[in-house]
């Protein structure tokens, strides 16, 4: 027997479902990824995600059962056969659109999504173009080992280990800050070995700031401030960004509601 799950605070699915019941009605836009339902056999929640992740759509499945059709006339006269099959074939082309939401299914596959299930609109990590100071230093010392492997071949061999270290440290630097933007809330995180992070939901957001200035500004790269009600200060920055209006143009359009498109 397949585990049943409950869904917590949805009245319009209190029966117990299984893990397909919970595909399709996510296919389907019935249910959100991001809701919480409880395993009957172990009482152990979990988000309605991380259950159907991996999942992919069967046909068989592509909608939860209905009752069949039925024409009941207002006067209980007997119907006809040929009126049955008119009204069956008609109820069937109602219906035949239903499979449609299954290429939204398979979709959904490709798309990214964060632990708690939700989907991923903007993931982006500080430019390149961020660390002007050390990819400058780089191309010193490169510079600086081409004219010493003519002179002197063990520091030529010193400056390239010193241009790839700092060039590598560059890399662990920008991978290390992840920029989220989810259809609920902004994130940022940090860290190598141990990873913290800060959010602001988007409901929350009070002001969003765009600073595009000097050479920074001049390569298209700017910092993107969020702020929310509860605190006067900046509760969320992205710094050295590209595109840094349409990440705030995406966020504002979250906040009014309107179609976004996921990147």
């Known amino acids: 027997m397949s585990a049943r799950y409950t869904l917590q605070n949805h ?9 397909e019941d919970l595909h399709t009605l996510v296919a389907r836009g ?31 499945q592509s909608r939860l059962n209905r009752p069949a059709y039925r024409e009941i006339s207002p ?15 008609m109820a069937q082309a109602e219906e035949e659109p239903a499979p449609e939401p299954e290429n939204d299914a398979d979709d959904d596959d490709d ?21 002007t100071k050390a990819l400058f230093l780089v191309l010193l010392l490169l510079i600086a080992a081409g004219l010493l492997f003519a002179i002197q071949l063990e520091y030529a061999v010193i400056a390239l280990l010193c241009a790839s270290s700092t060039l590598i440290a560059v ?13 609920e809330r902004v994130e940022l995180i940090w860290g190598i070995i141990g990873r913290s992070s800060k959010e602001a939901r988007i409901c929350d957001i009070r002001s969003i700031d765009v600073y595009e200035s000097g050479l920074k500004g001049l390569l298209g790269l700017g910092s993107i401030d969020f702020s929310t009600a ?33 990147d």
């Open 111 to 131: 798309l990214d999504y964060t632990p708690s299930g939700e989907v991923i609109l903007h993931h982006a990590h500080p430019s390149w173009l961020g660390y």
């Open 171 to 183: 890399g662990i630097a920008r991978y290390s800050h992840d920029y989220i933007v989810t259809r």
């Open 11 to 19: 009245p319009a699915f209190g029966e117990p479902l299984s893990k």
């Open 75 to 89: 006067d209980h006269e007997i119907v006809t056969e040929e009126e049955r099959l008119a009204e069956e074939e």
């Open 30 to 60: 019935s249910l959100a990824r991001g809701e919480m339902c409880v395993d009957e056999e172990t009482g152990l929640t979990h988000t309605v995600g991380e259950l159907i992740s991996g999942m992919r759509r069967n046909a068989a």
């Open 230 to 262: 509860a605190n006067a200060g900046i509760e969320v920055q992205f710094k050295d960004m590209r595109r840094a209006h349409e990440v705030k143009d995406l966020v504002r359009k979250l906040q009014r509601g309107g179609p976004v498109t996921d």
